[in-house]
């Protein structure tokens, strides 16, 4: 499975910014998409989750209610609408994806996103 992430950037505290993961290969393995994050210094931060099959979801507590993890099954792509951006989530943002029965982890390069005061 490749992930590629895309949509990150410079923005200003406030603004919005939606990143997208479309990933490729054997994606029918795949049980649990996921948005992780790692600024500056600090270890990597579990954002947002989703499951491939029923589409439930889980937000880390810092921005629950101002971002949203989506996905499209046809395109294989998974979003991350993130709203009312601040300072404190600059960081690179990493997609993830999880097949349960091997217990293995795919991890796309990363995307930048920065968020000015």
């Known amino acids: 499975v490749q992930l590629v992430e895309s949509g990150g950037g410079l923005v200003q505290a406030g603004g919005s910014l939606r990143l997208s993961c479309a990933a490729s290969g054997n994606t029918f393995r795949i049980n649990a998409l996921a948005w992780y994050r790692q600024a500056p210094g600090k270890q990597r931060e579990l954002v947002a989750s989703?499951?491939?099959?029923?589409?439930?979801?889980s937000y880390a507590e810092p921005v629950r209610g101002r971002f949203t993890i989506s996905r499209d099954n046809d395109k294989n792509t998974m979003y991350l609408q993130m709203n009312n951006l601040k300072p404190e989530d600059t960081a690179v943002y990493y997609c993830?994806?999880?097949?349960?029965?091997?217990?293995?982890?795919?991890w796309g390069k990363g995307t930048l996103v920065t968020v000015s005061s």
């Open positions: 989703i499951s491939t099959g029923s589409g439930s979801t």
């Open positions: 993830n994806a999880e097949n349960w029965m091997s217990g293995v982890d795919y």
